[in-house]
């Protein structure tokens, strides 16, 4: 693939319209979309599901720690190494702050909610299991959520336990309450559905689970760039999320425990910055949160995370959301205008993404055709092979939306539909 040069841009930071989002301004905010200097055409980006576009500011504060801060944290004695803690603990504030966390304790650095998932299957219920006990998911859940579970249960005797999903793809709650039993010790559950959009019942599960004595995790990696997150109100025990979905880089993600549960889990790894003491015997372990953070950090990462949350906190996550909202209705009104499209997950709360199929025309062939057009949507089982049996399908088309995404990204993915119909008859 021929590198793309981009036009330099002096556009100042997004700011919203009156009423409502400048779009052309929070796109000039990322690279991606700024003109090409060989006229090439501006992808129409639809997949902000799997990975979102990064704006110039994470990119800058990324950079200018490495050009002119980069040290390792919490171990130097010298002024560059307390720069570098500085604006990593920092990073973790202003993690906590978005979370409306009690305190920074509670605020863990991972690689991303994949690893944050594993940590609390190992650290956490690993040492709790026994044989008879229950790990209950939903049947809409990312495999992240599934697969460490699968290990978990493996090495312990529990067993899992599925919360069925409804035709519209909404959890059938019904069904929840009846499979929240006493011998269930942990809910895990997606909060937005990557595959489906769905929108779940997080605080009414968490309080249910509760109820039997449960703890709950919640995978809060499509929700965190488009809902207002507070862990009081979720009312789970866990939340994980990733940076490069929230306009961060990749590598870099966070889980948040109630602090008690994170003081009594074990350490999940071992190495440095992690301990307290150690002799050849024998180590004790460091405070919260450094227990659970062994090695160098992803740095740069946790930087650059905190510059992302600025810029969608610039924005307004609300206006975001209302945003993405319109474009998602716009496009499924204009999808089932065409005809011959099935749609997955068309429950009464939706997040920005809309998975669909053409009647005789496989998702990966209308991909390639989009991608022709320079339409870039995800073709596949989006990691949730289970949903997709349930649905009866091998795969689904995917279009997903970002805070940058505008009515001519939609309108360019409709055109590249009708194109794909009349080449496949």
Known sequence: MTPVTLLATTS?????????????RVRADVPMFRPRADGGRVPAYLDSAATAQKPQAVLDRTLRFYAEENANV????????????????????????FLGAATTREVLFTRGTTEAVNLVAQSWARPHLRAGDVILLTGMEHHSNLVPWQLVA???????????????GELDMEAF??????????????????????VNPVRAIADAAHAVGAVVLVDAAQSAPHLRLDV?????????????KVYGPTGIGVLWGREALLEAMPPWQGGGDMIRTVTFERSTWADLPAKFEAGTPNIAGAIGLAA?????????????????????????????????????????????VLSFTMDGVHPHDLATVLDEDQVCVRAGHHCTQPLMRRFGVPATARASFGVYNSADDVA??????????AIFG
Do not use: M
């Not at 493996?154 to 519209?168: F, I, N």
């Not at 009081?232 to 490069?244: C, I, P, R």
């Open 12 to 24: 100042p930071p997004a700011a919203p319209a009156a009423g409502g989002l400048d779009v052309a």
């Open 74 to 97: 919490h171990r130097g004695v010298y002024a560059l190494s307390a720069i570098a803690t500085e604006a990593y603990e920092g990073a973790r504030e202003r993690v906590r702050r």
């Open 154 to 168: 493996e090495q312990t005797g529990a067993t899992l336990r599925e919360v069925p999903v409804t035709d519209a």
């Open 177 to 198: 309450h009846r499979a929240c039993t006493a011998d269930v010790k942990l809910v895990g559950v997606v909060h937005v559905s990557n595959a489906l959009g769905t």
């Open 232 to 244: 009081a109100s979720l009312g789970a025990d866990f939340v994980a999320f990733s940076g490069h």
């Open 308 to 352: 992302a949350l600025d810029w969608l906190d610039g924005i307004g996550i609300e206006r975001a959301a209302a945003h993405e909202q319109a474009l998602l209705a716009a496009a499924t009104e204009e999808l089932l205008a065409l005809g011959g499209i099935r749609l997955f997950g068309t429950a009464r709360e939706k997040g920005p």
């Open 412 to 421: 360019r993915l409709v055109s590249g539909l009708r194109r794909a119909r």
